[in-house]
């Protein structure tokens, strides 16, 4: 046997699931398609939020809390930039569900999170514009990954711990036997006792390798930076941020070493092609045009335009993850489809998978939420 682990994806989950099982002592081999930290994933951009009252769902919380501590040790381990606490707000309607879900899982769980008005959040942060009636809750211990950084630490870190990583190596098959499983690429065969598929934004291509399939959207989004008066958007003086109206999601960040503030559309976009490229910034009017509208009423001392870039999600239909073994593989682990929400976790998700292929086979976290069987063609 080559390996205890091999691990199809070395993103963000498999990365880190890679450093946890490689600390281990567990001799584990990364393959991907590319060389990660890289342009074709959903890690693209620099930064990521982190939260914890979460207003995806209480379900959340639990892990989010859990991440935070990871990212914190990884910060200690690393000499790149992990985290920036620059706190998060999130403002939409009262009665909206994401707020209601921010309050209710704050209150659950006694997180430092503070209810504030309209009027209070232009008073304290000039640099909002926020309708009538809208409240704000603040998280002060939450904030900023730098993503691109996280995965480049977790990569050096895996490496130090004796994981060996294939970049720029598409997998070609997958065979998955009683006590084993062989994977092949375009040049070399390895085998292991264990798989962790993480594929990304390649895992609707590559699941039919396991012989799954599921109802996963790739979806291209794009992401833009503003001109910026950095004594209003600093970071020690402006929060993360995200905006829920009736009909759309935005999200945003101060400005990180005068780099502007960075927006982003969360809903939306258009289905991606994942056999091409994919498609430039400014391919489509919206690219500039949905966040310029929303920075120009609701972010309004930012400048111009700067610049914009583009990375994927992979949607599943209720947009909650997938965290599962294979319905009828033990030792074959399945992650994906984290739907544009998914890195602030992928510290805690590299956790949980690697809990999954060692010991017992379970994980501290109720992970039924995120089962396969709730899709209809898994039995």
Not at 25 to 37: A, F, R, Y
Not at 110 to 127: D, F, M, Y
Request: proline share 5%.
């Amino acid at each position: 046997m080559d390996f205890d682990v091999i691990i199809v994806g070395a993103g963000s989950m498999g990365m880190a699931a890679g450093y946890y099982l490689a600390k281990q002592g567990k001799q584990v081999l990364l393959i991907d398609s590319h060389n990660p930290p890289h342009s074709e994933g959903s890690h693209h951009g620099e930064t990521r939020i982190i939260r914890h009252a979460y207003g995806e769902g209480e379900s959340y919380v639990k892990m989010a809390l859990r991440a935070q501590v990871l990212w914190n040790e990884l910060q200690e381990l690393s000499e790149e930039e992990i985290f920036i606490n620059t706190g998060v707000i999130n403002i939409g309607p009262l009665h909206s569900t994401f707020i209601q879900n921010v309050i209710s899982s704050a209150e659950k769980y006694s997180l430092n999170v503070k209810r504030i008005t309209a009027e209070e959040i232009q008073q304290r942060w000039p640099g909002f514009s926020v309708p009538e009636g809208y409240i704000g809750c603040y998280e002060r211990d939450s904030g900023v990954l730098m993503s691109e950084n996280c995965i480049s630490a977790y990569k050096t870190e895996a490496i130090k711990q004796g994981a060996i990583l294939k970049p720029n190596s598409p997998v070609t098959s997958i065979d998955v036997f009683e006590d084993y499983v062989q994977v092949k690429t375009e040049k070399d065969s390895y085998t292991a006792k264990s798989l962790i598929f993480t594929p990304g934004a390649g895992s609707r291509k590559l699941l039919p390798l396991l012989g799954l399939e599921l109802p996963l959207q790739e979806v291209r989004k794009t992401f833009s930076w503003f001109d910026t008066d950095e004594e209003i958007y600093r970071t020690d003086s402006f929060p993360a941020f995200a905006f829920e109206f009736s009909t759309e999601t935005f999200y945003g960040f101060p400005s990180i070493k005068e780099a502007g503030v960075k927006i982003g559309r969360h809903d939306g976009g258009q289905p991606r092609d994942m056999d091409r490229p994919n498609e430039p910034f400014g391919t489509y009017e919206d690219d500039i045009k949905d966040v310029s509208r929303f920075a120009e009423r609701y972010i309004h001392k930012v400048g111009q335009h700067r610049m914009g870039k583009v990375c994927t999600y992979t949607n599943t239909p209720d947009e909650d993850f997938i965290i599962d073994k294979h319905p009828n593989h033990d030792h074959v682990v399945i992650a994906c489809g984290f739907s544009g929400h998914g890195f602030k976790f992928s510290s805690v998700v590299g956790e949980i998978l690697s809990e999954l292929v060692t010991g017992d086979g379970q994980t501290m976290f109720d992970i039924t939420p995120f089962s396969l069987k709730r899709f209809e063609k898994i039995q």
